[in-house]
Nanobody
């Protein structure tokens, strides 16, 4: 059964940190690049960061550069997003997904019809 389970969100103050986790199952985890996405209220879901199968290739959207760090543990079938120096505009539901890499280096979900429940991140000012 295909499943993505995100966790680690919460309420933090501006400047705080959170570490998100996403446990994947149902597909051979190490075969796929993974990405993080987020959706703020009233906005479209947007790409945040992606990591290659081996973890050697990483790319961030401008919104997270210098503040976010994506990583993965293939043995645990889990991808992480360390978020530092959080801002109120980072408030959103965060999701992970299996991705392919576009010519621009961003991540796009391979199967857009499946998403996990996401994890809520709220940054207070």
């Amino acid at each position: 059964q295909v499943q993505l389970v995100e966790s680690g969100g919460g309420l933090v103050q501006t400047g705080g940190s959170l570490r998100l986790s996403c446990a994947a199952s149902g597909r051979t985890f190490s075969n796929y690049a993974m990405g993080w996405f987020r959706q703020a209220p009233g906005k479209e879901r947007e790409f945040v960061a992606r990591i290659s199968q081996s973890g050697r290739s990483i790319y961030y959207a401008d919104s997270g550069k210098g503040r976010f760090t994506i990583s993965r543990d293939n043995a645990k079938k889990t991808v992480y997003l360390q978020m530092n120096s959080l801002k109120p505009e980072d408030t959103a539901v965060y999701y992970c997904n299996w991705i392919f890499v576009t010519d621009q280096g961003m991540g796009v979900p391979i199967w857009d019809d499946y998403w996990g429940q996401g994890t809520q991140v709220t940054v207070s000012s």
